[in-house]
């Protein structure tokens, strides 16, 4: 197959199938890479696990009868089965109200799965974050079918507009939030003071601003032409922006992968936790500077 190069307008796409790197790990290390696996159909006790989820997105968004999932939508479920446990372990066992926020939702699979299949789920409120009015609709009309529209409501906006958040959500939660989106998404999130996020982002363009930095940087690096260096450079210098912000605005950030690259080689999930500890805080600023400083055009 020949590399990937990046389109017209400085999209960047990775290949349709997992380099071979990451197609030999299952047989170099095939217990290492099974219990990763596990990770996307297995549970903790008392959470969704893959068959459970992938029949309740089949009801909630199959119409016609005897149709199956598409297996963009099984890859989907085998996302939502860690994250799901994620958003479990990041709510906690407390039963006060929690509010969680869904951004750049889509047809919210994570916020209406959270609302139905998790055992806090008569204490949460979802609020959902969506442009795209046909997934607006969607996701309205699957709440109606599950029967959680007492504590899930849509907010048909963009994720970037401060009108559309609530103040201090218990958690913000975005699953492959395209391009400019995460970063929207975390300017958001920290302005509101969202206590936690797990942000697991996707493809990067030239609408997201760090690519600007991160072109000039490759420039001066008189970096290879070829599109896989590159694409991984970019990708980690707009990794490593992201991470910084949020240390800067008083969150202790976790990477790691939500599930293994041959699911999907947009796996990294981003767990941060609000912490406000001046001198940490005060440290990730000076780092940030230093970061956007060495970057700039």
């Known amino acids: 197959m020949a590399p990937t190069r990046p389109r017209a307008g400085g999209r960047v796409k990775p290949p349709r199938r997992p380099p071979a790197w990451h197609r030999g790990y299952a047989a170099s290390r095939p217990v290492a890479y099974a219990s990763i696996m596990a990770r996307t159909t297995a549970a903790p006790a008392g959470l969704p696990d893959l068959t459970r989820v992938e029949a309740t997105l089949r009801d909630l968004f199959i119409a016609a009868e005897g149709a199956g999932l598409r297996d963009e939508d099984r890859k989907k479920a085998r996302e939502l089965v860690p994250l799901l446990a994620e958003v479990a372990r990041a709510l906690g066992a407390r039963s006060r109200p929690r509010l969680v926020v869904d951004a750049a939702s889509g047809k919210s699979y994570v916020g209406l799965l959270a609302a139905a299949l998790l055992p806090a789920g008569d ?33 048909e906006a963009d994720v970037g507009d401060p009108a559309a958040w609530p103040e201090a959500p218990d958690l913000v939660v975005a699953l492959h939030a ?7 998404i975390i300017a958001r999130a920290t302005a509101a003071r969202a206590r936690r996020l797990l942000l697991v982002p996707c493809c990067l363009s030239d609408a997201v601003e760090a690519m600007t930095r991160a072109r000039a940087a490759a420039a001066r690096l008189a970096l290879p032409e070829q599109a896989e260096v590159r694409r991984r450079f970019y990708q980690a210098l707009v990794d490593a922006e ?9 969150y202790a950030v976790e990477v790691v992968a939500l599930v293994p690259p041959t699911v999907t080689p947009h796996n990294l999930l981003w767990r941060a936790r609000r912490v406000d500890e001046p001198e940490r805080q005060q440290r990730a600023e000076a780092d940030l500077a230093r970061f956007l400083g060495a970057g700039s055009p």
């Open 123 to 155: 204490a949460l409120r979802v609020v959902a974050i969506e442009r795209e009015p046909r997934h607006a609709r969607a996701a309205r009309d699957a709440a109606a079918r599950l029967g959680v529209g007492g504590r899930f409501e849509l907010t």
């Open 178 to 184: 395209c391009g400019p989106a995460s970063d929207a």
């Open 242 to 250: 992201r991470t910084l912000r949020l240390e800067a605005a008083g």
